[in-house]
């Protein structure tokens, strides 16, 4: 007989210590470039962390898991790069949103991911990891001292066994520095959110950000997410699901001033290493954004240090970069990234689908 993971209905959620720890694993990547990218463009953190907030409770309690909600890490990638605009950002998360929301409904996201391929989906995870990493050093340039800084604490935390836990103590200290300097603000109720500009985006740059990231939404969102769950918690949550959940959840978000999100297998991974088992995390971590969103003025951020900022994004560079390495055709998928790097990542990411495909016709 077949095996067959549990339906995720009538799952009871859970609020102990452990899932409080857990909530910390969805926020080591989350966190970081939430708050480089409400440094380096116009979104409003305010409005991006309520966002957050409601989509962890809402998704928490919807599955009864503890599922990741994230950034789209290739369009975040690129809006911190400068390479597409606020305007791009969110008109990109909303075509991804009609995308994955009618895919997920028909069905059809097995079809996809085989015509995209496992060494396409490395090469853009390494893509970003390669644009992540530049604008990093760019930004540590400008202060090697609190660069430096940033430097020796993330290493001492590595080296003291908590190397998923390096950019979130680079992150605090940041905070530190810029509390210090800008004094701890008042509780402010963030307001109405800004109306996207999507009016104002240009079509190729928003393109180009649409295919990479769905590169990245189809294989390491969906599918990869999809079988953790059957692994860790034995539970079912189809691909089309977590599709049809995130295409709700950027037609919802973009428009509320929040940024487009998925669920990353990683976020899953991280929660679940550090005691998570049920959707209590969620609710947990939900809540602590809303609270975190009253505090998040301009005055903190204008005060956070621009050089520990690129030495998070180099971290995250890193871990986003090095599943490279898992690739069943390295070369492809190396060749996805350093092309992305002299051209763009939507001409990386056609490319490296026609090569994948002329190369399994041959074998």
């Excluded at 690129?78 to 008109?91: D, M, P, S, V």
């Excluded at 069905?107 to 090469?123: A, D, F, N, Q, Y």
Aim: net charge neutral; with cysteine.
């Amino acid at each position: 007989m077949a095996y067959e993971p549990r339906s995720v209905a009538g799952r009871r959620l859970k609020f102990e210590f452990n899932e409080l720890t857990g909530a910390v694993g969805d926020s080591i990547t989350v966190l970081p470039l939430v708050v480089a990218l409400s440094l380096l463009t116009t979104i409003s953190l305010p409005h991006v962390l309520l966002v957050f907030g409601v989509f962890q409770i809402v998704w928490g309690v919807r599955y009864g898991l503890p599922i990741s909600v994230e950034p789209m890490k290739a369009l975040t990638a690129l809006a911190i790069a400068g390479a597409i605009t606020y305007a791009e950002l969110a008109l990109a998360g909303l075509i991804l949103g009609v995308v994955l929301l009618v895919v997920g409904l028909t069905g059809t996201l097995g079809k996809i991911e085989r015509w995209i391929g496992e060494p396409v989906i490395r090469g853009v995870q390494f893509a970003v990891g390669l644009v992540l990493l530049g604008t990093g050093v760019r930004l540590a340039a400008g202060d090697l001292l609190l660069a430096g800084a940033g430097l020796a604490i993330a290493t001492v935390v590595v080296l003291a066994g908590y190397r998923n836990l390096s950019a979130l103590a680079v992150l605090t200290v940041g905070v530190g520095l810029a509390l210090t300097g800008a004094g701890v603000p008042t509780p402010q109720w963030p307001g109405a959110p800004p109306v996207p500009p999507v009016a104002e985006a240009g079509l190729r740059p928003t393109l180009d950000g649409v295919f990479a990231q769905l590169a990245m939404t189809i294989g390491n969102a969906a599918l990869a997410t999809s079988l953790l769950f059957a692994d860790l918690f034995d539970a079912e949550v189809s691909p089309d699901e977590l599709s049809t959940s995130m295409g709700v959840t950027n037609l919802l978000a973009v428009p509320a001033g929040g940024i487009p999100m998925c669920h990353g297998c990683d976020g899953v991974a991280g929660k679940y290493e550090f005691g998570a088992r049920t959707g209590g995390a969620n609710v947990l971590l939900g809540v602590g954004y809303l609270g975190a969103a009253v505090f998040a003025t301009a005055a903190v951020l204008g005060a956070f240090p621009l050089a520990m900022l690129g030495v998070l994004l180099a971290i995250i560079a890193l871990s986003l970069g090095k599943s490279v390495r898992k690739s069943s055709n390295l070369p492809l998928s190396v060749g996805i990234g350093l092309l992305a790097v002299l051209t763009n990542l939507g001409i990386a990411f056609v490319a490296g689908i026609v090569v994948h495909l002329a190369v399994r016709r041959r074998t």
